[in-house]
Each structure stands twice: as structure tokens, then as C-alpha cells.
């Protein structure tokens, strides 16, 4: 029993060690592609202070322009791609329509790292899209309103508290941390 607890501290350690916390100033900053491209991204810090995280739900507003979000594109998988023909390919649309996903939310699935040193770089959220992929790019979502507030329902803010107080009593975090993230979830819980 012992040896399996142990082995579980160490890969939840070692997943924790490797997360990588991305935030608006890196991504400004940089100069090349490998100042910033970490592979293992689990949150980014927006230029607003918005903590995007994995597995956090974005809540998708109303396109800007009434039809087609201009932050958005549906990103087709490898295996989605080789299932369409050459023709079927050159012609997919990539646009997301308000139909499919105004007013809703969806979850973040990862992030993606685009541009060069000539055009700047930006980040992007993979979400879990309804029927296909889609990508936002987060800082401009956030700033032509096409991504909505970015709050925890009372639900998933109880879970997470929760959740904290598991790690806390199986020695995961310490109390402060634990204290720390209950102050922050608590100005959820109605």
C-alpha cells in the first residue's frame, strides 16, 4: 500500500513539476518561436490577468460581426483531413458560425503557440468544439468580446474545493497552498 502511494506522490508530483504557466508578456516578447514554445503549457496568464487554464470552460459569446467569429477556425485533425478528398480539402470552410456555438461554452483542450519574429507572436486555445476542433486566438477573443466572462460556475468551484482538500489530506499541498486556493474558489460558492 505504501509503495503504490508512493508511486502515485511521485507521477502527480512529476506531472505538477513539468506544468508550464504561459503568460501575455512572454508571448509579446519574444523574439523566436523557442523563446516561448513550451511543450507541456497548462495555463496562460492573459494581458488582462485572466487565468486561462486546461480543462477550464471558455464561454463562447456572439461573433462580432453577427455571422462568422472572427477569433475562430475549425482545426481538422490529421485523420479528419486524410478522411476528406483534394477537393474536399481546398474547399473545406473553416469558419465557425454562430449557429454552431453562440452562447455556449467549451472546454479548453490545449494550447497552441503561432507567428514569427515579422508578424509577432500569439496564443491560441484548442477547445472542444461541437463536431469539429475549433481554435480562438485568446487575446483577441477577449478583446472584440467574442469570448465571454471567464468565471467558475458554483458547481465546478465546490468540486474543485473539494478536490483541494483531497490533496491536502493525502499530504499533496501544503496548508497554505490549500488556504490560498480555497480563498480563490470561495468567491464562487453561492
Known amino acids: 500500500m505504501k509503495k503504490i502511494l508512493l508511486v502515485t506522490i511521485m507521477l502527480v508530483g512529476g506531472f505538477v513539476m513539468n506544468a508550464q504557466v504561459l503568460k501575455y508578456e512572454q508571448v509579446k516578447n519574444a523574439q523566436k518561436k523557442s523563446d516561448i514554445n513550451k511543450e507541456d503549457i497548462t495555463e496562460y496568464i492573459s494581458e488582462d490577468g485572466t487565468s486561462f487554464k486546461i480543462g477550464d470552460v471558455l464561454k463562447i459569446d456572439k461573433p462580432t460581426n453577427g455571422q462568422i467569429f472572427s477569433s475562430m477556425t475549425i482545426r481538422m485533425t490529421t485523420f479528419e483531413m486524410l478522411a476528406l478528398s483534394q ?104
Not at 503557440?113 to 477577449?142: M, P, T
Not at 489530506?169 to 497552498?177: F, K, R, V, Y
Open 87 to 190: 477537393y474536399e480539402q481546398k474547399n473545406f470552410d473553416y469558419n465557425v458560425y454562430s449557429r454552431t456555438i453562440a452562447k455556449t461554452a467549451l472546454k479548453i483542450k490545449s494550447f497552441v503557440i503561432e507567428g514569427d519574429k515579422k508578424k509577432g507572436f500569439s496564443i491560441s486555445a484548442n477547445l472542444d468544439g461541437v463536431g469539429h476542433n475549433i481554435q480562438v486566438r485568446l487575446e483577441y477573443g477577449i478583446e472584440i468580446g467574442e469570448i465571454g466572462e471567464h468565471k467558475m460556475t458554483s458547481e465546478e468551484a465546490m468540486a474543485k474545493l473539494k478536490s483541494e482538500k483531497d490533496k491536502l489530506e493525502l499530504g499533496l499541498i501544503t496548508s497554505d497552498e490549500y488556504n490560498s486556493r480555497k480563498s480563490e474558489l470561495v468567491k464562487f460558492i453561492k
